[in-house]
């Protein structure tokens, strides 16, 4: 039997689904008191897609903006989860708690509450790049197993420092032995350990005592559903209200066009060339996921590096194709070329 003819990027553009949340991203505000996951099976239910996951977990105890990736979406994770996160929230000094926030057991009080000046000029250090430990209470894994499980039993793990940068930490308002301020970092920051580090650096201690995520660029709350209009609210409006296509939510990422007989080359387990010219100002062997690949009619195919063969050409690698972009009879199975 011959193999299928060809589709058109016309054609696949209606392959994720008849419906335009089948494959995307959603934007949700999340409550304080609900899990990260908890919100992700909301929205699974009431949209009735799969798979579907977050970009970046929140604390029970912290509310703000969940985004949700859904369908064939949740594959382009890893590159969002790196754009710069904006948080606001609460410190409270003269207190260290074993889980670095509110919701853990009490280790130190101190009835010396620093003023406001010397927050000010303590936090200063913790601008720019530095290693951060995460907290024993966090879902990172270690051997397998997430750390809080283990934080449950009275373990405690050693912990690899990650590499942070903190770019701004405003300071909004003082009421001791609470502080309110702004934080823009790096994704992987954890809050909770920036507060207990800056407490333990004016001798006072410190815990988080309230935190909402506003930015995780480049989205933020300003198109955003809560969990209640989700379970509450047709599925179209909702969409319509905080749901982003795949082709709109990687618009701000380095993106080739392929012309229709190169997509197909991609499609069959192949990696076209392109002519230099046409990769100006593009990534050039930046990794695996450097360069969303899309079609002539801005359908996204999936995700790739650009590799230069010649001095005048470059070498298409893909990393990620998504199912609309494979082709009947290519070579091999799953989801990477040759």
Partial sequence: MSAAAPRTDEARAHDPGPKPWGCGLLAVDKPEGMTSHDVVEVVRRRLRVRPAGHLGTLDPAAGGLLLVALGAATRFIPVWQGG??????????????????????????HDAVPDP????????????????????????????????????????????PRRIEVRSWEWLAFAPPDATFRVRCSGGTYIRTLAHDLGRALGSGAALAALRRVRSEPFGLERSVRPSRVESEPQDAVWEAAGLTLEQAVAHLPTLRLEEFEANELGYGRRPSIALARARNLPL????????????????????????????????RPHVLLPWALREGRAGSGDRAP
């Fill in 285 to 316: 062997s930046a990794g695996p996921r450097s360069v969303v690949i899309a079609g002539s009619s801005g359908t996204v195919l999936g995700l790739g590096e650009l590799a230069p063969v010649a001095t005048d050409a470059v070498s298409v």
């Fill in 84 to 109: 710069e996160k904006t948080y606001e929230g609460v410190v409270r000094f003269g207190i260290v708690t074993s889980t670095q926030d509110l919701q853990g057991e009490v280790l130190e009080r």
């Fill in 117 to 160: 000046a010397a927050i000010l000029e303590a936090s200063l250090a913790f601008l720019g790049e530095s290693s951060q430990v995460p907290p024993m209470a966090s879902a990172l894994k270690v051997g397998g197993e997430r750390l809080y499980r283990m934080h449950r039993r009275g373990e405690v793990v050693e912990r690899e």
